[in-house]
Structures are given as structure tokens and as C-alpha cells.
């Protein structure tokens, strides 16, 4: 019995462990750059958070970005 409670919880670190480093190195391959000022974002910042970029893209905004490799 301890040799499946062991297993168990190594599999359970390991899963937390590489959920962990996905979500810290999630990337997209490209950023964003404001080509038209909007909200707080001024003219060729670059916007490079993932859950901000994957907002602007969905919404309305989108139509003020080009996307750039990153």
C-alpha cells in the first residue's frame, strides 16, 4: 500500500510542477502594438501579457493593435 500512496503523490508534484511552469511561460509567439492611442496605451507601446493581449483581441479594441513576432 505505501508503494501506490508514493506514486500517487509524485504524480500529483509532478502534475502541479508543470502546470506551474506552463502558465509562468505561456507565450503566443507575437505582442501587440498600439497603432492608434487607446484607454492608457500610447502610440508604439508594446503590450506583451498574455491575458491582456488575449483581451484587447477580443474585444473591441483590436482594430488599435498589430500584432508583432515576438
Do not use: H, N, P
Not at 502610440?43 to 500584432?67: M, N, P, R, S, W
Amino acid at each position: 500500500m505505501a508503494d501506490t500512496d508514493s506514486a500517487q503523490t509524485a504524480t500529483a508534484a509532478t502534475t502541479a510542477a508543470a502546470t506551474t511552469t506552463a502558465a509562468k511561460t505561456e507565450t503566443l509567439g507575437y505582442i501587440l502594438v498600439v497603432r492608434i492611442a487607446f484607454a492608457d496605451y500610447q502610440i508604439g507601446e508594446e503590450i506583451t501579457d498574455v491575458a491582456t493581449i488575449k483581451e484587447i483581441l477580443g474585444g473591441d479594441q483590436a482594430v488599435y493593435v498589430i500584432k508583432r513576432a515576438a
